[in-house]
């Protein structure tokens, strides 16, 4: 059942932003707040050392000196209005917690205690200053319980312990609400190959299927995406990029059910008990996404059977894991399974994709902790003639920019002959 609430103003998440920004829009308008946590559980209280102000209720301080310390601590990055503005507000922020009855720690005088922080200086960092406001070792617990307090007694809603699912938009694309789901009802469900067997599906680095409110469903692959590393700050990739597969979370409410492309999941492939290593095996057509997936495990056994064949366009420049074994079925009696693009030397004007396809099916590259073999496969690209070879600029088969440990045997390219291997 869905059920449809209507508010002003609504706030996601009730950490302690969230609650002071409710704080501040229920004076005007009817607002709500949805967080996934009791609001007092909310990860503000796991911070202990201190609220940073420049009172100078122990030693001299001031806003500007505190700016520059925000700024440097971001590396110069920061917004520096923002920045200046924050700081001189910071003042007043902390003297409207203590009104409100957040219980610092006093000075013999009474005044708000402050004690010394990481990256607080005094006259642009020139020495360490006292500039940390504290509530003993539970600073961000009471600024919870402050804040809190202060919701209820201006009626602010409450939705606890709900996911924010997506977001509803106007036609002319204006956010106009969300789509929230209880924890206590909601079902899960993650897109991924029909054949998962035995795979565990992570969803924000948590399991999904540990408790009783969430199930995994085993429906189609999302997408699949390129993504290579790059050094900080420079642009220049440092390894090489792959292409992995990306799954949608599914979420059912009720008959309703929508995908949450924003959600981060992964899929891990089983381990064969006899070997230690992931396993998996293809036996139709279209588990190309499961194909990827066990191609960029490290370690991973990928069994391709001899009926299948896998169309891999617009999937080349698949980067192999270290210690990857990709192995067929050919032999004497069987041809062995297929795997090819379409852009074919023979019929390039039908594929649009092919005027701009890159020259790599499979790319074996740099260091290989571990061997990899690629065997019993029959391999179709363009360049049938010329399917793995060393640095191999016009072949849509297998590039080596490796020496160590790749082993290819037993591939046949149809039309010409059996591939070399460097």
């Known amino acids: 059942m869905v059920t449809t609430h209507t508010y002003d103003a609504l706030v996601v998440g009730a950490g302690g932003a969230g609650m002071r920004a409710a704080i501040e829009l229920s004076d005007k308008v009817r607002t709500a707040v949805v967080s996934k946590l009791y609001p007092t559980r909310s990860h503000t209280g796991a911070a202990q050392g201190g609220v940073c102000a420049a009172l100078g209720n122990v030693e001299e301080d001031?806003?500007?000196?505190?700016?520059?310390?925000?700024?440097?601590?971001?590396?110069?990055?920061?917004?520096?209005?923002?920045?200046?503005?924050?700081?001189e507000e910071a003042v007043e922020a902390i003297y409207q917690l203590e009104r409100w009855g957040l219980p610092f720690n006093r000075t013999p005088e009474g005044r708000i205690d402050q004690r010394r922080f990481g990256g607080h200086t005094a006259n642009h960092g020139e020495r360490p200053v006292k500039r940390a406001c504290y509530a003993a070792d539970r600073t961000g617990h009471m600024i919870l319980l402050t804040l809190y307090q202060q919701c209820v007694k201006r009626d602010v809603r409450f939705f606890n312990e709900f996911y924010c699912l997506d977001l509803l938009r106007d036609a002319d694309g204006a956010t106009a609400g969300i789509v929230a789901g209880q924890q206590a009802t909601l079902s899960w469900s993650v897109q991924a190959p029909s054949t998962c067997g035995a795979m565990r599906v992570l969803v924000d680095n948590?399991?999904?299927?540990?408790?009783?409110?969430?199930?995994?469903?085993?429906?189609?692959?999302?997408?699949?995406?390129?993504?290579?590393?790059?050094?900080?700050g420079s642009g220049e990739v440092v390894t090489p990029g792959f292409l992995r597969t990306h799954y949608v979370l599914r979420v059912a409410f009720g008959s309703a059910t929508r995908n949450l492309d924003t959600a981060h999941v992964?899929?891990?492939?089983?381990?064969?008990?006899?070997?230690?290593?992931?396993?998996?095996?293809?036996?139709?057509?279209?588990?190309?996404?499961?194909?990827?997936?066990?191609?960029?495990?490290?370690?991973?056994?990928?069994?391709?059977?001899?009926?299948?064949?896998?169309?891999?366009?617009?999937?080349?420049?698949?980067?192999?894991?270290?210690?990857?074994?990709?192995?067929?079925?050919?032999?004497s009696r069987a041809a062995g399974p297929l795997i090819y693009v379409r852009c074919t030397a023979w019929e390039p004007a039908s594929i649009p994709y092919c005027s701009s396809a890159p020259n790599a099916l499979f790319q074996i590259h740099g260091d290989v902790a571990g061997a990899v073999r690629i065997t019993g496969l029959r391999i179709r690209g363009v360049d049938a003639d010329n399917i793995a070879a060393e640095n191999a600029t016009n072949s849509h088969g297998i590039v080596i920019t490796s020496a160590l440990g790749v082993e290819i045997d037993n591939n046949r390219s149809p039309g010409g002959g059996a591939p070399r291997s460097r």
């Open 62 to 87: 001031s806003p500007e000196w505190h700016a520059f310390d925000t700024v440097k601590g971001g590396d110069y990055l920061t917004d520096q209005p923002a920045a200046q503005l924050m700081t």
């Open 206 to 232: 948590f399991t999904v299927g540990r408790s009783g409110s969430m199930n995994v469903a085993a429906i189609e692959r999302s997408s699949a995406v390129y993504e290579p590393t790059y050094a900080p």
């Open 266 to 331: 992964d899929v891990v492939l089983p381990v064969d008990a006899a070997t230690g290593r992931p396993k998996v095996t293809i036996t139709a057509n279209h588990e190309v996404p499961l194909l990827l997936l066990g191609l960029t495990s490290r370690r991973a056994d990928v069994v391709v059977q001899n009926h299948v064949e896998l169309d891999l366009t617009g999937y080349q420049h698949i980067y192999i894991a270290s210690g990857v074994q990709l192995i067929g079925g050919r032999s």
